[in-house]
């Protein structure tokens, strides 16, 4: 079972031969022992016989379930699921070792966790059905998908169903954790569930997670951080050897037990995932040693795979190694082990006979329950906003102006005096730097290196961990360090953080705050200079926003730190410092600690003079970023002609401001930085001319970047490639003139 126990055949000096024919051969033949070796009679001895008949009722529950999933195919496999068969006795084991203060991120497989975790089966068929009273998601997500907050109950926060990327948010969580240890602050469920006692309480996080899983190389990265910072956490592995029609010499050169060994400092375990006493021998050692303190464990526990894939991928379609796996069947072979230790025979006959009648009451009871109101369907899409209305000084009395930089880093700073749970994290933003822009200077010596640190260079760990870090109660700062960099994050964004409010009916929505520097600013190059809001803008779920002056960075960074979802907040890299010409206006005055703007609300930061635009003379730019800069320099060629709205977020988006800055001029030019082509800007303009065509005396403008693949190192390039103050004057003289 533990590291020591392991076969000596994974210890060996590593294969020098034909590593695709000896050694995924040799990976195989020790997976498929594991099938033939006996269950230690001593372990199922030493776990307690109520246990272990507990165990028993709970297995027929499942294997029940199953049973009738297939029978009643024609109404149960209307949307697709997949069940435990095979996997039960180790899912079980971990569930009795689960606490109600832990956190839990089971994946689609797990119905059986889920049982022994204290569900009916009622609330895992209305999942299955898709029922208006399913407890997760009330009809919105996958069977075995659960997120739950309930007394008595881990904590389960939402996860999709992508493989693998369970991984990162549960480790996430496992941060959170010893993040608040760290600070000598009671996690707040710890403290709702056991009050006084809370600081003596230990949680720690399980991610079940299977084999072929262990391939992503997401979950590389939360190895490796589960490892830097010790973090407590079980990782259970459950390995059929199947991904979906994939077998495992096909998908790996190794076992995840031996994928563990390049990881010093996770220790690692092997169980027989088929057999109660095994398992939860095992698995109770690792809990014990996470639970200790002394890092992060993974239990590999090798099972059959006896159903379907899923009720979609049918076995017979493809499988010849049932017979095999069947010998495995972990049900069966409890029943012997209780036999054999004395359990009367007509014991277990009326734990299987109360199974099976709670599992057919249970269905007839499910199909009897209410399917969602249609009228439901878009609710919980976010959770409420904390800031609805400005507030604070923006233009204090005496104040200096700061640059926009530094009016960020001063709000950041605002925050982590203020909240304690708050905590900033990224690529080089702790240590002596602070950033590569220094965008967090100091922050680290100030704050310490537990709350302010360096990641490595993990964009999917940084935000894909705030899912996990937001559940357990601590609200994460975190930044992309550049937005071309952003992409291997969007796995993370789009299907743990965007999703997550939606899919359990605003139990969990995220509020993360990512940072990122975006934008060109003189000889950055194709790799530094990118623009990605539209790509941002297609995610639901998330809220996107892009400052173009200091006191509104200072507001909008504060409010959407205190906004309960998740934020993206784009801060152009040439408006930092105002050194690029035509920006010394994004140096404003800095507002007071504690301002705050409402995320979704434009401002106006150039009007039109009143008899301009009485006689009609005048046109709108509707922009944002650095686009408002551009705007302001190339008016001076129109005194008086010109109003610019800047949007401040383009997510939610202040759309009842652009139709009445619309109906006042009748000629609008929509500008941005990015290249043009089916971009934000010109889904912008199109939607401008469906809402406002009776008040328009021109077609909408539009004008962006050159449609290339990147931004040209050769600051001339660059220069034909992007917007300027001059090349939006021709755009404005052409659009006054029509």
Known sequence: MTESAAPAAAETTPDTTDFAATRVASAAAAAAAAFTAPAPAAVTAAVDGDLLKRAFGLMHTAAEMAALFEEEKTVAARYVHATARGHEAV?????????????????YRDDALLLGLGLRPYELMLQLLAKADDPFSGGRTYYA???????????????????????IPATGAAH??????????????????????????KPLVLCSIGDGAMTEGEVAEALQMAILHQLPIVYLVQDNDWGISATGREMRAMSAYEFAAGFPGLRRMQVDGA???????????????????????????????????????????????????QVQDPLPRLHRQLLAAGVDAEVLTQLQAQARATVRADWAEALAAPNPDPATFADHEFAPPAVTAEAGERSPAGADKALMVDAALHAVDDILREFPEALFYGQDVGGELGGVFREAALLAKKYGEKRVFNTPIQEAYIVGSTAGMAAVGARPIVEIQFADYIWPALNQLVEELSKSCYLTMGKFPIPALIRVPIGAYGGGGPYHS??????????????????????????????????????????????????VSGTEEAKTVEPAAGYVIPLGQAAIAQAADAEQLRRGN???????????HWARAASRDFPGQIEILDLRTL?????????????????????????LLNSFAESLAGRIQRHCFTVLDAPVFTLGAANLPAIALNVELERQMLPSAAKVAVALAELLGY
Request: glycine share 8%.
């Open 91 to 107: 899912q079980l084991a971990a569930a009795f070792l689960l606490k109600e203060t832990d956190y839990a991120a089971p994946y």
């Open 145 to 167: 998908h659960p997120s739950l907050r309930r007394a008595g109950v881990p904590m389960i926060p939402h996860q999709s169903s992508a493989t693998g990327m369970q991984a």
């Open 176 to 201: 959170a954790l010893a993040y608040f240890e760290s600070q000598k602050l009671v996690v707040p469920r710890t403290a709702e569930l056991a009050g006084e006692n809370a600081a003596a309480i």
């Open 275 to 325: 057999d109660f006493g095994s398992s939860y021998t095992g698995l109770s050692e690792a809990f014990a040693h996470v639970r200790a303190r002394r890092g992060p464990v993974l239990v590999h526990a090798k099972c059959p795979l006896l159903g379907h894939h899923t009720s979609g991928v049918r076995r017979e379609w493809y499988r010849s190694d049932l017979a095999a796996h």
């Open 530 to 579: 990118g623009s990605i809001e539209s790509t941002l803008l297609t995610i639901r779920g998330i809220k996107v926003v892009y400052p173009s002056n200091a006191a509104d960075m200072k507001g909008l960074m504060r409010a959407a730190f205190l906004d309960p979802n998740p934020v993206i907040m784009l801060e152009h890299k040439g408006l930092y410092w105002s050194k």
């Open 618 to 628: 005048t046109a709108l730019v509707v922009t944002y970023g650095m686009g408002v």
């Open 651 to 675: 997510s939610p988006i202040d759309f009842e401001a652009v139709t009445a800055a619309t109906r006042r001029h009748g000629k609008v030019l929509v500008l941005t930085e990015e290249p």
